[in-house]
């Protein structure tokens, strides 16, 4: 009875609660704040409009929100209506498909004149008002735009289907986006620039220039802890750190390692002091090493750089973290060094944790997904990297789709395997683009949010090696999440091995206090945010992100609470 005049009496209030502004979310910053990475994603959702067949088909081209179906004539399509606040992070397309001149026009919040009405190949060209190089991509058979396209309440995007006939009129597009709560301020896409969005586009302009480098270089206080060259029996820690703290990179140099020893060395993290690691992944596997791969320097790891191996993904800890490399093999191995770079520091209650998790599986019959990740809680998936081989001659293995649930719901369904980890055509082996940055056939095509390490075929054998990070573009989550991709199109036998990365919060978001429990500790802390309207409280505890500590927070609180209370959380 007491608590329930509690809440009643701070119903009472809410009107005291008002909108706490911040600057306008452009997009840029999404990629361009290193630490940022790792910060929950609060009420944000994402969301990819496809052309993947909706009748569970591979017909993965020509279909549209309306009309319906698979569209055979010349006719105006609306590919997707999304109500925002949103903004698009990522457009793709086959280049094949892309130079043929579809119409790309999209209208933004409410208005019957596009902002955006021009074509695909203007885009993918670099020749579109802002759109250009390093956030304009091709690689690989498939061209990406990562300029952010921001609106404040929504857009309609549009394009013109092409008469069925030649293969370069199948329109393939995806177009990945994030919508947040209302009221989030966003300014919608007005084809220039303010002063402050230049600052945040070059910010991002020299993190993809310089990619192989640190995404943040301006930071005071680094610490590092080196080993020297040692040979490991069993085991070998790089790192035993008290918290609170951030891991800035982790190097791991093994010049002459063999394909063994990169797979039988195991990267463990352990975090605040758990008995299970939250990252236990084959050193090779981690850091795509070895197995012919290219060298390669993505924007969060590589493996081409003085000091070996990195690792860049911002790694938080609030008590402490165990850095350990195992061997898991009977022979001793070698490495030639070791770095571990951190800070000491507070973090806020909305850092999340960098999880990893390996997947292998060996397709059986019947068989229709491999299953990159699947777990519970507060998070968001930041990408992967996926090792596919089969035993045949074919690359029909690519097509099958990526398809990513949160929160039990489907929030993106891709056009194909190669389209996913941002190329086309098989990776420009077939609809072959000859004027490409690294020709036809490529065995690899690296870049910083996306590439290839191993692409090949042979009478009797064909092999993918890939990556995407999705950073600005990463998929949030508030219960769970299922990322999948189809296996069904390989060969029974196929073997599949990915490592899908993640952050997660190490406990509930309404456990304020950070205690394992949702108590009257964390009620006396909401208590008092409640009645104030500073940004630290709203982070604290404006559970569901529109900015506002109010009713909608009590009602996710008092859930939290009623499961703490009866599950014994």
């Given amino acids: 009875m007491k608590i329930s005049l509690i809440f009643c009496s701070i119903i009472i209030v809410s009107s005291m609660v008002s909108l706490i502004h911040a600057q306008p979310i452009a ?27 909706r009748s569970g088909g591979n017909y993965d081209w020509d279909h549209y ?10 006719v105006l399509c609306t590919i997707k209506i999304i109500q925002g606040p949103g903004i698009i992070y990522r457009f793709w397309m ?23 009405d021009t074509e695909s190949n203007t885009i993918f060209d670099g020749l579109f008002e802002c759109f250009s190089e390093p956030l304009i991509i091709t690689v690989a058979g498939g ?27 199948r329109h393939y597009y995806q177009y990945t986006y994030m919508t947040y709560p209302a009221g989030t301020e966003i300014d919608s896409y007005t084809g220039s620039l303010t002063t402050e969005q230049q600052q945040q586009r070059s910010k991002v302009v020299s993190m993809l220039d310089n990619v192989g480098e640190h995404p943040d270089s301006n930071c005071a206080g680094v610490m590092e802890v080196s080993t020297s060259p040692a040979i490991i029996d069993s085991n070998l820690t790089l790192a035993d750190l008290a918290g609170p703290g951030l891991i800035r990179k982790i190097n791991i140099k093994m010049t002459d390692a063999n394909d063994t020893e990169l797979e039988g060395l195991n990267l463990r993290i352990y975090y605040d002091d758990q008995n299970n690691p939250s990252i236990d992944i084959p050193v090779a596997h981690f850091f795509g090493a070895g197995k012919e791969r290219t060298a390669y320097r993505s924007l969060p790891i590589g493996t081409d750089s003085n000091d070996g191996f990195y690792c860049y993904w911002p790694m938080p800890f609030r008590n402490s973290v165990l850095v350990k490399l195992f061997n898991t093999t009977a022979e001793p191995i070698a490495i030639d060094s070791a770095k571990v770079e951190y800070e000491q520091k507070q973090l806020d209650h909305h850092t999340c944790y960098l999880h990893a998790t390996k997947n292998t599986s060996v397709r059986q019959s019947g068989q229709i997904y491999h299953t990159i990740l699947s777990t519970t809680g507060q998070g968001h998936y930041v990408g992967d990297l996926l090792y596919v081989q089969q035993n045949a001659d074919s690359f029909y293995m690519l097509e099958g789709d990526d398809v990513i649930y949160a929160d039990g719901q489907l929030v993106q369904n891709g056009t194909g395997l190669e389209d ?15 004027d490409e940055p690294e020709g036809p ?13 191993y692409v090949n075929r042979y009478t009797d054998f064909a092999r993918a090696d890939q990556y995407r990070w999705r950073i600005a573009d990463c998929i949030p989550f508030a219960e769970s999440i299922e990322a999948n991709v189809e296996c069904r199109y390989a060969q029974v036998g196929s073997r599949w091995i990915s490592v899908g990365f993640w952050y997660q919060l190490p406990y509930l978001l309404e456990d304020i206090s950070e205690d394992g429990r949702v108590d009257f500790i964390d009620f006396a802390l909401f208590a ?28 996710k609180f008092t859930s939290a609470w009623l499961d703490s209370h009866f599950n014994g959380l």
């Fill in 528 to 555: 008092d945010d409640w009645l104030d309207t500073d940004s630290d409280s709203c982070d604290r505890s404006d559970f569901n992100g529109d900015g506002k500590v109010n009713e909608w927070d009590l009602q």
């Fill in 65 to 74: 929100e309306y009309p319906e179906g698979l569209i055979e004539e010349e």
């Fill in 441 to 453: 056939y490529p065995q690899s095509a690296t870049r910083p949010l996306s590439g290839i390490l």
């Fill in 94 to 116: 086959p280049h094949y498909m892309a130079r043929n001149h579809y119409v790309v026009r999209m209208y933004f919040d409410g208005e019957t004149t596009a902002r955006i």
């Fill in 420 to 434: 996913t980890y941002n190329g086309g055509a098989y990776y420009n082996w077939v609809a072959v683009i000859p």
């Fill in 143 to 169: 061209q990406i735009c990562y300029e952010p396209i921001a609106f404040s309440e929504s857009v309609i995007i549009e394009t013109m289907n092409k008469p069925s006939g030649p293969f370069a009129n």
């Fill in 27 to 53: 997009g840029y910053e999404a990629l361009s704040s290193w630490e940022d990475w790792s910060r929950l994603k609060v009420g944000a959702q994402s969301g990819l409009a496809s052309s993947y067949d």
